[in-house]
């Protein structure tokens, strides 16, 4: 069966410092993989997407960017958080009948 | 321009107090829509793909119906554990992209 798992769970952060999240899936090859934000009492946003290795295409001008080095592997990064980077972010991949959400990062940026 | 939208943004039910949501999309060619559970603090959890007008779809006290310019998700007898936020989506653009409403948080009282 497919499984995702998204790490770590919680963060917190200084602003101006480095960042990095990182998603793997199992169980499933060539997934399109997904990152959304969300921010406190709304929706989700989507971030990011992937259709494959290295192929990376961004929803929303932002203070981050995203990588797909292996088939099942996403990564979120940021070079410099700001304090509008705080948020729930999530990943997901899409198969038959929808997608598949990780656990998520709730990442506090101080 | 593509769009979702959730009413209400918050509902509080007495425990036993039927009641429905809706989710309103602007969608040029729908190819699915998605309804999700989610938890305080985890990602959101798979319910239901309807994907024609007239579908109607099933589970424990839970039945979402679809017309052609919304869904319903209809709760029966709801008990505490019911409470959480329920979110709509609909996929976009050729990447099958979720684009989330505002969701619907639902307090159910004992």
């Known amino acids: 069966s497919q499984t995702i798992h998204q790490w770590p769970a919680t963060l917190v952060q200084p602003v101006g410092s480095p960042l990095s999240l990182e998603c793997t899936v199992e169980g499933t090859s060539n997934p399109n993989l997904y990152w959304y934000r969300q921010a406190a009492g709304r929706g989700l946003q989507l971030l990011f997407y992937s259709v494959g290795i290295g192929q990376i295409s961004s929803e929303v001008p932002q203070n981050l960017s995203a990588s797909r080095p292996q088939d099942r592997q996403f990564i979120l990064s940021s070079k410099k958080l700001l304090l509008s980077d705080s948020g729930f972010y999530l990943c997901?991949?899409?198969?038959?009948?929808?997608?598949?959400f990780g656990s998520g990062t709730r990442l506090t940026v101080v | 321009e593509d769009q979702v939208t959730q009413s209400p943004e918050a509902l509080r039910l007495q425990e036993g107090e039927s009641s429905s949501l809706n989710c309103s999309y602007t969608v040029s060619g729908l190819r699915g829509l998605f309804w999700y559970r989610q938890d305080p603090g985890k990602g959101p959890e798979f319910l239901f793909t309807?994907?024609?007008a007239g579908e109607e779809k099933e589970k424990e006290r839970l039945k979402a119906t679809l017309t052609k310019k919304e869904s319903f998700l209809h709760i029966t007898a709801p008990k505490p554990e019911d409470s959480a936020t329920y979110l709509c989506?609909?996929?976009?653009?050729?990447?099958?992209?979720?684009?989330f409403g505002g969701g619907t948080r639902l307090m159910v009282k004992p």
């Open positions: 309807l994907y024609s």
């Open positions: 989506a609909v996929p976009i653009n050729a990447g099958n992209m979720l684009t």
């Open positions: 997901a991949w899409s198969g038959f009948g929808g997608y598949t």
